[in-house]
């Protein structure tokens, strides 16, 4: 899996170079902010049954435009953003005993991602498929529980889990998304984003001694942004 994900990151990135080679040549620079919610699980192997972990995203956006392409409008997309991952275990012990258990875990992230555009450049709507690699890193974390159930009616692995924080606060991996841009014959882009984000590497040790063999973030974002432009070219 990890290696299908990488080779088509790297045909997406040759694509785009070589397109950026014979196109029509751009100088355009946005600059914004971004805001969302993200909904995140933590792929456990063995597995550990959750629901959709929410928290917030926020942000900034450069965004420079380089190439257009017949109808293809080639950009590069960086970002650096605040976003709450973690996740949500429903505990159910016995017929009666019931409960919540939520980890919080607070990144810095920053996605660099092709955008490539069809539409309109300016007064008009414009569609968009981005690709591209992120990394992140954990700034802390913090757990709550909710129920009458106790850490003594869990299966062994989970105590385990729930004692150990995160050992691995590195995380890097890849983002696909799709997105809408209106934007003004003046400058502005207001932008709306859906993405999925995939973590190739796992937040827990991960050895044969180790419980968990996997532990990697699978993130559902929803973004808007407002970017306005510095940089344009006169056509």
């Known amino acids: ?20 080679q014979v196109g029509d040549a751009r100088r355009d620079l946005a600059i914004g902010i971004n805001g969302g919610y993200a909904l995140n ?57 019931s409960g919540t258990y939520k980890r919080d875990a607070n990144y810095i992230q920053m996605p660099i991602m092709v955008n490539l555009g069809f539409g309109k450049e300016k007064g008009g709507v414009k569609g968009c498929i981005l690709a591209g690699p992120h990394i992140g ?20 692995r989970q105590i385990i889990l729930h004692e150990t924080p995160i050992q691995k606060k ?25 993405r999925y984000g995939l973590s190739l590497s796992n937040i827990l040790n991960s050895t044969k001694q180790d419980t968990f063999s996997r532990s990697a ?3 559902i974002t929803v973004k808007v942004a407002y970017l306005f432009d510095i940089l344009k070219t006169r056509n």
């Open 41 to 97: 699980q933590v792929s456990f192997s063995p597995n550990i049954n959750q629901k959709m972990h929410g928290g917030m995203t926020m942000g900034a956006t450069v965004r420079y435009t380089c190439e257009k392409y017949f109808s293809m409008i080639c950009a590069i997309q960086g970002e650096l953003n605040y976003i709450q991952l973690g996740w949500t275990e429903d505990i159910k012990y016995g017929d009666n005993l």
């Open 217 to 219: 973030n699978n993130v």
């Open 170 to 194: 590195f995380d890097y991996g890849i983002t696909l998304g799709l997105g809408m841009d209106v934007s003004t014959k003046n400058g502005h882009h207001f932008t709306l984003e859906g």
């Open 1 to 20: 899996m990890k290696k299908i994900v990488i080779l088509t990151l790297l045909y997406t990135l040759f694509t785009y170079n070589v397109l950026a």
């Open 137 to 156: 890193f954990c700034l802390g974390e913090k757990t709550s529980t909710s129920g009458e159930w106790s850490d003594m009616d869990l299966l062994a």
